[in-house]
T-cell receptor, first 113, second 116 residues
């Protein structure tokens, strides 16, 4: 039982490049989330998926797209990376949308030059 | 206005002492949930404790307890008998129950250092 896994762990991009961050959970959870963590700002929700087949914007969705590929997988895509997207990205999941606990992945540290 | 305020950027505490990490929140929603997460230097986010706004008693999980004072809108985390492994960043977060709102709003965190 790996919990929530994220790939890659680290990534360096040049401005304008695109990439997809992958997230998978093996807990049969319905809901999945993408957050970004910037120094001094805590975590902020980018997008979430309350259940398979649905996605919704969070607090800071601009510049990102998501795909809920199936119940296990939720990917985050940066179409044209910008230096402002340099951050640590966390994927999380919960059994139901309003569950009392979200389980987090180990994070992806992204640097955009 | 900040939804979640953690006023202590850093704290140093002697091992085995109890420690209180402050968190105040701002919401007009009568139904909400409050969370504490721990982030060690390795970077992962670890769920510690949850308190619902309608819960009659303060939440407890092992050495963690949440001092919930609804009228003051505070949800302080208390760690009893601190250990070296408690050194980490601690984040307070809130989820409001407005329809369709799945967002956890996080505070800026408190860095706790346990001194041997």
């Amino acid at each position: 039982n790996a919990g929530v896994t994220q790939t890659p762990k680290f990534q360096v991009l040049k401005t304008g490049q695109s990439m997809t961050l992958q997230c998978a959970q093996d807990m049969n959870h319905n809901s999945m989330y993408w957050y970004r963590q910037d120094p001094g700002m805590g975590l902020r929700l980018i997008y979430y998926s309350a259940s398979e087949g649905t996605t919704d914007k969070g607090e800071v969705p601009n510049g990102y797209n998501v795909s809920r590929l199936n119940k296990r997988e939720f990917s985050l895509r940066l179409e044209s990376a910008a230096p402002s997207q340099t951050s640590v990205y966390f994927c999380a999941s919960s059994s139901v949308p309003r569950a009392n606990e979200q389980f987090f992945g180990p994070g992806t540290r992204l640097t955009v030059l | 206005a900040q939804k979640i305020t953690q006023t202590q950027p850093g704290m140093f505490v002697q091992e085995k002492e109890a420690v209180t990490l402050d968190c105040t929140y701002d919401t007009s929603d009568p139904s909400y949930g409050l969370f504490w997460y721990k982030q060690p230097s390795s970077g992962e986010m670890i769920f510690l404790i949850y308190q619902g706004s309608y819960d009659q008693q303060n939440a407890t999980e092992g050495r963690y307890s949440l001092n919930f004072q609804k009228a003051r809108k505070s949800a302080n985390l208390v760690i009893s008998a601190s250990q070296l492994g408690d050194s980490a960043m601690y984040f307070c977060a809130m989820r409001e129950a407005a329809f369709g709102n799945e967002k956890l709003t996080f505070g800026t965190g408190t860095r706790l250092t346990i001194i041997p």
